[in-house]
């Protein structure tokens, strides 16, 4: 794959010309805080990409929050990220992260609570930080994107919400959103063309191999740091004879089991024996938690980075985590939170878990 195509929004100022009206009112302000909204394609980034450059250049101070999961600029995928950049640059994937929040998946549907926590707990270093803060978001518009939006809309509380539109598709969207910012409604620049599934897959494998590239595995104690993002290793640890006898009803072989008012959560090794289970009891086949992709999470709820779990040993409370963290910033590691995709170092996506699987 060339280089070229890992980025699919480059600095361009050819623009359509409502965008230096746009611009023009930015840089009337003392501070502002933009946030950009549009479907898939209709070129958010390149908006951002163009609105940060050219502020730089009239000597603002801007931070940009990369909330597009789907399609991020700025590394690591899969999590919100805060940019402060201080020089002109071509693309968001040239910018280093100063913080970020972990989403777990690239498609935020069962995720919209995270998402509106992260870009609002970003948001608000971004803004002690900077005097232009400008938010790129997914292209997902519609069902729960639509309420995403209204919710980052109604916690963040942007001067400006730029609605880029096809043709009008965005009216609902922009009436609800007007009860909580400013509405812009920008048209879809000319040049602006969908980019194939397939390509915006080929570019997210690329990221994932670049973080990647450097890992190495690292253990991690559960008695030392939290578990959380999920239904396992949260509430009461099933004993010996209630796992002897939950796999002798069941007939699995059970590796492990937490109760929870009444409601059993197990994780077992044998992927297709019968029956699945009881109401009361939820059974996660071991094989969805192998190349996991989990956050490695600070004392702050932040995401220090990524990783991938490789080995979960249930009788000693370890996990084995790649990553490429050096060993300073995985000392700051206090929760390990399990994400919803399973990804390979390699840049290969295994598949999408729901929210109520793990
Ligand atoms: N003003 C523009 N000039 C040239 N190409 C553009 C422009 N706006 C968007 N594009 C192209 O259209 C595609 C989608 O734009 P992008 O900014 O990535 O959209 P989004 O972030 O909304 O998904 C990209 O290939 C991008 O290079
Ligand atoms: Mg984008």
């Known amino acids: 794959m060339k280089l070229k195509s890992m980025n699919k929004a480059n600095y361009t100022r050819d623009v359509p010309p409502d965008r230096l009206e746009l611009l023009s009112e930015l840089s009337s302000r ?80 069962q995720f919209i609570g995270e998402m509106a926590v992260g870009v609002k707990r970003l948001v608000e270093i971004a803004e002690k930080n900077a005097d232009v803060v400008l938010i790129d978001t997914t292209g997902f518009v519609t069902g729960p994107g639509f309420e995403m939006k209204r919710l980052k809309a109604e916690l963040v509380r942007p001067d400006i919400t730029v609605v880029l539109e096809r043709n009008d598709e965005l009216l609902a969207l922009s009436r609800v959103l007007g009860n909580y910012t400013q509405i812009v409604r920008l048209s879809m620049s000319e040049s602006a063309r969908p980019v194939p599934r397939e390509e915006r897959r080929e570019i997210r494998f690329e990221k994932w191999r670049t973080y990647f590239s450097s890992s190495r595995l690292v253990e991690f104690d559960t008695a030392e740091v939290a578990v959380t993002g999920t239904l396992l290793f949260n509430g009461r640890p099933l004993d010996e004879r209630e796992r002897t ?14 109760e929870n008012e009444g409601r059993y959560t197990v994780v077992k090794a044998d992927e297709d024996s019968f029956p699945r289970g009881y109401r009361s009891v939820h059974a996660v086949d071991f094989e969805k938690l192998n190349n996991l992709l989990v956050g490695l999470i600070d004392k702050n709820g932040l995401c220090i980075g990524l990783g991938i779990l490789k080995w979960v040993n249930f009788s000693s409370g370890l996990l084995q985590v790649l990553t490429p963290l050096s060993d300073e910033d995985v000392s700051e590691v206090a929760e390990v939170r399990f994400g919803r995709m399973r990804v390979l170092e390699t840049g290969e996506e295994l598949g999408l878990l729901r929210r109520d699987e793990i």
Do not use: C
């Open 245 to 258: 006898l939950l796999s002798r009803v069941f007939r699995w072989l059970l590796l492990a089991g937490w």
């Open 30 to 109: 003392d501070a502002v805080k933009v946030m950009v909204v549009g479907g898939l394609d209709t070129g958010k980034s390149t908006l951002v990409t163009f609105l940060a450059n050219e502020l730089l250049n009239l000597g603002r101070s801007v931070a940009i929050v990369d909330s597009d999961v789907g399609q991020k600029g700025v590394l690591p995928p899969a999590t919100v990220s805060l940019a402060f950049p201080d020089e002109n640059f071509s693309s968001l994937s040239e910018l280093k992260g100063a913080a970020h929040y972990f989403i777990g998946t690239v498609s935020p549907g």
